[in-house]
């Protein structure tokens, strides 16, 4: 009897352990089917999210993409803005150091002009001591100028046998040997000296109405000298009439060079200088005076010159 009912109760408790595993895997089933469709109920809504999310970007997309592209333009527009102002720049800053480099240019010629007129200063001291001795030497010498004979080369006297001979022009010292008295003597301030450059009237010649002063000008420094014209080129007849000069050239340069820019003088070169006055009076025989201007070397002024005809 006790194998029987022991054997009995173990198959109830089998049956029962089956049923409970049957009950346990079909209440695990019902768990996952609830967490699936709960999951699924989720998903679904996520969708429904991200749909509403990716309209909304479409929408922004649409409005922020009209944007983005006028603010890229306007970019472009301040990217050229920006390489115009930088080369407006750069070009203020070149003309800038250009502006500055010609200071300093004119600097340095304010400094040379002040030394030139410092030496202009005591050169006119110079020419004023000089002019009272010129003078004094003039008065000395003008009874004598005015016996001076200046007959034309085509003049004739008769000689003590009746004949006739040409009269030579006035004799005149010729040379180094002569010396700077004999020449006063003949032509009373033929040459002048100015910042130690030579003023020689080599001739005068007369044709006509046309008078032309032939003159050398030799620079005596060391150095090369610049002559610079001035105001103006006057003769000075024995009447006390002036004339203005109608033409006037020195070396290669002609009277608008020599005012503009003037002429460099080299050091012991002998330059020509000619100036030609027009409507003088054809039987003019001298001048009293010839003066010539300069900015560099101020007034060239030599006196009693003959004329040749």
């Known amino acids: ?23 346990s895997v079909a209440y695990t089933g019902f768990e996952y089917g609830t967490y699936v469709s709960e999951s699924s109920q989720s998903l679904s809504v996520e969708e429904h999210r ?21 603010a890229e333009s306007e970019l472009r527009i301040l990217r050229v803005r920006n390489e115009r102002l930088t080369r407006q720049f750069e070009e203020q800053s070149y003309a800038k150091r250009q502006a500055e480099e010609h200071r300093l240019t004119l600097e340095g010629s304010v400094a040379e002009l002040s030394e030139d007129l410092a030496s202009e200063r005591m050169l006119t001291k110079r020419l004023t001591s000089n002019v009272a001795d010129l003078e004094a030497r003039l008065s000395s010498t003008q009874a004598k100028v005015e016996t001076l004979s200046i007959p034309s080369t085509t003049a004739a006297d008769a000689t003590a046998d009746g004949s006739t001979a040409a009269v030579p022009h006035t004799q005149e010292i010729a040379g180094d040997d002569a010396t700077d008295k004999d020449k006063a003597l003949l032509y009373p301030n033929r ?52 004339y203005r000069f109608s033409d006037f050239s020195i070396g290669e340069s002609n009277h608008i060079d020599f005012w503009n820019r003037g002429i460099d003088l080299e050091p012991d070169i002998t330059y020509r200088a000619v100036a030609v006055f027009d409507n003088l009076p054809d039987d003019l025989r001298g001048l009293q005076m010839f003066t010539m201007d300069s900015r560099s070397h101020g007034d060239i002024r030599l006196r009693g010159l003959p004329i040749r005809r």
Not at 1 to 23: D, Q, V, Y
Not at 63 to 68: G, N, Q
């Open 1 to 23: 009897m006790k194998p029987l009912f022991a054997s009995w109760i173990g198959r109830s408790i089998a049956a029962f352990g089956g049923l409970g595993a049957m009950l």
């Open 191 to 242: 040459f002048v000296r100015s910042g130690k450059v030579l003023f020689k009237v080599n001739e005068v010649r007369g044709e006509g109405r046309r008078v032309t002063v032939d003159m050398a000008v030799k620079n005596e420094n060391r150095q090369s000298v610049r002559l610079f014209g001035g105001r103006d080129i006057v003769a000075l007849d024995t009447e006390g009439n002036a």
């Open 50 to 70: 991200l749909r509403g999310h990716d309209e909304g970007f479409k929408t922004a997309e649409g409005v922020l993409k009209p944007r983005l592209e006028a």
